[in-house]
């Protein structure tokens, strides 16, 4: 498979009713194809990981990882993304709870420590979620804390030039996704979504809600926004209550499963999918709620199909698809 695992364009997958109906499976022979690589953000061990979907996860089937450590605000990463770019080919964007984000070159397998980091900002606020402006090369970073904050260039091919041009709040700010068929650079948070003009180049990019925004349930929080790799007019999401799917035109909510606390949901062109639903950890001695120690797998009827975690321990708090495309 290619490195950077692009996919082909397919119909839309799964009915609702097969997530719904299925029981989690365990660990074993994939009913799926399975052809496509995951990227996980693993909080026991602070790493964000690369593994094929295809086989279970140890140290030898590890395709590259981001370990930073816990220090200066790097603790409990919670968002990686990654990108092509013209001067460095593809790039990892990450953010930590702890407070930080930041661009990676993935050129080396292992990244540890930060000496691989093109560009890192302290936002504080929670960071959960980070992305980059194609052609322009900004970079926004959503904050639960309430905030989305747009950093803006002077040179595209010059991250390190990168500096805080606006600030908008936004309650709940959990996820962020660009649809670069229309434009426009989503966010999610408390209780809508909403889809953001970009204006201006580099030190002059601004952020206009100009379309309103999509109602997602006043008492629902969102988290993740990704690409449907299988339908290019919807973006999908999860929030308190549900993960659904967005239409990116007429703004229409269809749900794709009424089951909570799903942190990240993801869906291949062939439309299998793959979701982290918090149920706790206490590998680290105390009740981490919002982790899971198994990424879930389904086949593209919806059937739970097989799991992924680590024999070394794992606290998973976000996996999605290896790949460059926003689709």
């Known amino acids: 498979m ?7 364009l397919a119909a839309l997958g799964a009915p609702a009713a097969g997530l719904l109906a299925a029981a989690p499976a365990r660990a074993g022979t994939p009913r799926v194809a399975a052809d496509y690589e995951v990227a996980v953000c693993e909080q026991y061990h602070n790493q964000v990981q690369i593994h094929p979907a295809g086989t279970a996860w140890s140290p030898s089937t590890l395709r590259w990882s981001f370990a ?18 013209a001067q460095f080919g593809e790039v990892a964007l990450v953010a930590a709870s702890g407070g930080r984000a930041g661009i990676v070159d993935v050129t080396s397998k292992t990244a540890t420590g930060t000496g691989d980091l093109l560009w890192s900002a302290t936002p504080g606020n929670n960071p959960h979620a980070i992305e980059r402006i194609p052609d322009i090369g900004a970079i926004v970073v959503a904050t639960s804390g ?3 904050f747009v950093y803006g260039p002077t040179a595209i091919s010059r991250p390190s030039t990168l500096a805080l041009v606006q600030t908008i709040p936004y309650a709940g700010a959990h996820g962020l996704w660009y649809d670069d068929v229309h ?40 988290h993740s926004l990704d690409a449907s790799y299988a339908d290019s007019s919807v973006l999908l999401a999860s929030h308190t209550a549900g993960v659904i799917a967005i239409d990116k035109v007429s703004h229409a909510v269809t749900t794709i499963a009424s089951v909570g606390a799903v942190k990240s949901y ?21 009740t981490r709620n919002w982790v899971n120690p198994a990424v879930q797998f389904f086949d593209a009827s919806g059937a739970a199909s097989f799991t992924r975690s680590l024999s070394y321990g794992a606290e998973f708090y976000k996996a999605r698809l290896h790949n460059v495309a926003f689709h």
């Open 2 to 8: 290619d490195r950077r695992g692009v996919l082909r």
């Open 68 to 85: 930073p450590g816990t220090a200066n605000g790097w603790s409990n990463l919670s968002e990686v993304k990654f990108r092509n770019t």
């Open 146 to 148: 309430g905030y989305l």
């Open 183 to 222: 434009g426009k650079l989503w966010a999610i948070g408390q209780g809508r979504a909403t889809p953001f003009t970009v204006t201006g180049t580099y030190r002059d990019t601004r952020l206009s809600a100009k379309d309103g925004d999509v109602n997602i349930g006043s008492g629902n929080l969102g």
């Open 266 to 286: 993801s869906r291949t062109a062939a439309g299998e999918s793959l979701w982290v639903q918090a149920t706790g950890s206490t590998y680290h001695g105390d």
